[in-house]
């Protein structure tokens, strides 16, 4: 069974940035579509963010031109670089593949307040 540890996440002011982090503990981490998503108190979890494993990016529009993901196949790490954050994109962050896999990790929360 695949887990999912997240870790980055805080309290930050709204225009901050952040840095997400999760490993993933498969042997197949580098063959494998990854994504970041998030839940916000009262809403379903959507998918923010998605790494290929040929690397390519996408993006919910919501997002777009304030975050990037990334990955470190040698490391089984994705990354969510959140830049120019907004009360809205407080949440619970996490990651898993695309599509994910039956079991999630604890997740970080992130919380954009003044």
């Known amino acids: 069974q695949v887990q999912l540890v997240e870790s980055g996440g805080g309290l930050v002011q709204p225009g901050g940035s952040l840095t997400l982090s999760c490993v993933a503990s498969?042997?197949?981490?580098?063959?494998?579509?990854m994504g970041w998503y998030r839940q916000a108190p009262g809403k379903q979890l959507d998918v923010v963010a998605v790494?290929?494993?040929?690397?390519?990016?996408n993006y919910t529009n919501s997002v777009k031109g304030r975050f990037t993901i990334s990955r470190n196949n040698a490391k089984n790490t994705v990354y969510l670089q959140m830049n120019s954050l907004k009360p809205e994109d407080t949440a619970v962050y996490y990651c898993?593949?695309?599509?994910?896999?039956?079991?999630w990790g604890q997740g970080t929360q992130v919380t954009v307040s003044s």
């Open positions: 790494i290929t494993r040929g690397y390519t990016t």
């Open positions: 898993n593949a695309r599509p994910p896999y039956d079991n």
């Open positions: 498969t042997s197949i981490f580098s063959i494998v579509d």
